[in-house]
């Protein structure tokens, strides 16, 4: 595996951006998951054993109740792999803490999780579900055999529940990724372009996300691999939108890794840099405060992959 963080390193610098005020954590449950996609910026896999345990999570609410969170993030690899899932969803449930799941669909479908559409339904958890293409042969290159029809009977489980259905309270996004190293298109044409394929095979969702790979972990490498890792930076940074500095999901969103530390957002914690606060190195959130407006943002040139053209987040588009 090649090193994307020395590549980065000497990619140039980046705007100088500050924090704003705390809206949400962004939890990353450990980098297990089923499946091991060409894109994924975590290099999670099934033969990954990091999980974040449950004195960490009750760190992670003892923080967030103290300064008012009102929402978890959970990403991964997959988040649902965890075992302490279950327990800090319903504890979030009791606590009126909205829980986002970044769900990869495929394990919707996989043997022993077949409770999960129901549980996640049960307690209001917002889905963003990955769906990289609306095409099988595309899905399949990018997250293995098999996993495009897997994806769509899992989309069918959910929208039976009530997901994606107007007016039902049960929030279904879908997540769309480039194949290669490209932007994504233009958001609202390849969102209604999803609909219109996806209506064919029975079913809807509420927004299409559409965001951009970023050349760390294993996209990087395999860029590197190519030789195309400095012909992606340049097109970053030919694409690099000013006003996209105000909309950043790092401004009000802090990234926990499974043991508990801070970064100023996921793409960072798997680069190793940590949350810059007074001095110290590396912050845990069992010694970090809410005193973090204005305080500046860890950034290198990765970060022109969420400035580029329309902007990426965690959300999509940022205009």
Known sequence: MHDTLAYIQ???????????????????????????CTHCHVNASPKRTELMDKTTIDLIFNFALKNEIHCFDLTGGAPEMNPEFRYLVERASQEGIKIIDRCNLVILEEKGYEYLGAFLAQNKVECIASLP????DNVDKQRGKGTFNQSIN??????ELGYGIADSGLILNLVFNPQGANLPP????LEQQYKCQLKKLGIVFNQLF???NLPIQRFGSILISQGKFDSYMQLLKD?????NLTRLMCLNTLSIDWK??????????????????NGVKKVHISQLDNNLELQKINTLAHCYGCTAGQGSSCGGALN
């Open 239 to 243: 694409n690099f939108q000013v006003e």
């Open 186 to 189: 233009p958001q609202p044409l």
């Open 133 to 136: 293409c609306y095409l099988e």
């Open 260 to 277: 508990g530390f801070i970064y100023d957002c996921d793409f960072n914690q798997m680069l190793n840099l940590p949350l810059k606060n």
């Open 10 to 36: 000497n990619s140039g610098a980046f705007p100088v951006i500050k924090r704003d005020k705390l809206v949400t954590l962004q939890l990353n449950l450990g980098y297990l998951c089923n499946l091991s």
């Open 210 to 212: 559409a965001i951009t």
């Open 154 to 159: 899992a989309l069918k489980r959910l929208n």
